[in-house]
């Protein structure tokens, strides 16, 4: 359900339209990660440019676990189910992806992983949680100050998209629920919801 409804299909021109008409030659259908940018779509583009920099700075997996666990810490069903389906692609079963989101700390993953996870979740929570003991972990763990900041930055960007989302109450694509029906049924029955 739509707070803030996009631009109807039929409505949009210039950089909106250009924008919907990339998904529906990609994709077959509008995505609503489109349609949030329908009032500023020229803020689409740099937005878009912001995260493949971002992204190309880190492995898909670190990636993906980080904006997992920003989007599980906000509780953005969308961001969660999109995500998920990019970690389901990549080699999770859907019974790891829940695991994840469940607690990701009991979740068969790498301590790196869980510390990287841990950051990300307490940046999209309270801050203020975030302690040198954190950042000396990561180090610990191999990682450098600017692999660090990646990490930051990937869960930062992901909690501008998905409070966005919740702000607008934009729900997952009908086709995404579809691609994803087990961990949109698990999602759908959970709290997050």
């Known amino acids: 359900m739509w707070y803030v409804p996009p631009v109807a299909d039929k409505d949009a021109e210039g950089v909106l339209l250009e924008l919907y008409n990339q998904d529906l030659e990609k994709d077959g259908?509008?995505?609503?990660?489109?349609?949030?940018w329908?009032?500023?779509?020229?803020?689409?583009?740099p937005w878009r440019q912001v995260l493949k920099i971002i992204r190309s700075n880190m492995r898909l997996r670190?990636?993906?676990?980080?904006?997992?666990?920003?989007?599980?810490a906000i509780g953005c069903v969308y961001c969660m189910l999109a995500h998920g389906e990019v970690l389901h692609k990549n080699g999770f079963s859907v019974q790891q992806i829940i695991a994840i989101l469940e607690d990701f700390h009991t979740a068969d993953l790498s301590p790196l992983e869980v510390h990287m996870m841990d950051y990300a979740f307490k940046i999209?929570?309270?801050?203020?949680?975030?302690?040198?003991a954190d950042i000396d972990l990561l180090h610990q763990?191999?990682?450098?100050?600017?692999?660090?900041?990646?990490?930051?930055?990937?869960?930062?960007?992901?909690?501008f998209m998905s409070r966005m989302f919740e702000a607008f109450g934009v729900n997952p694509d009908p086709e995404l629920q579809v691609r994803e029906p087990e961990l949109w049924d698990y999602l759908k029955k959970s709290r997050f919801s």
């Open 62 to 72: 670190a990636y993906e676990l980080v904006t997992i666990a920003a989007s599980r």
């Open 124 to 132: 999209s929570t309270d801050t203020s949680l975030i302690t040198q």
């Open 29 to 36: 259908y509008i995505w609503n990660t489109t349609r949030v």
């Open 141 to 159: 763990d191999g990682l450098n100050n600017q692999q660090i900041s990646d990490i930051a930055m990937a869960a930062v960007a992901r909690n």
């Open 38 to 45: 329908s009032y500023r779509p020229e803020l689409a583009a």
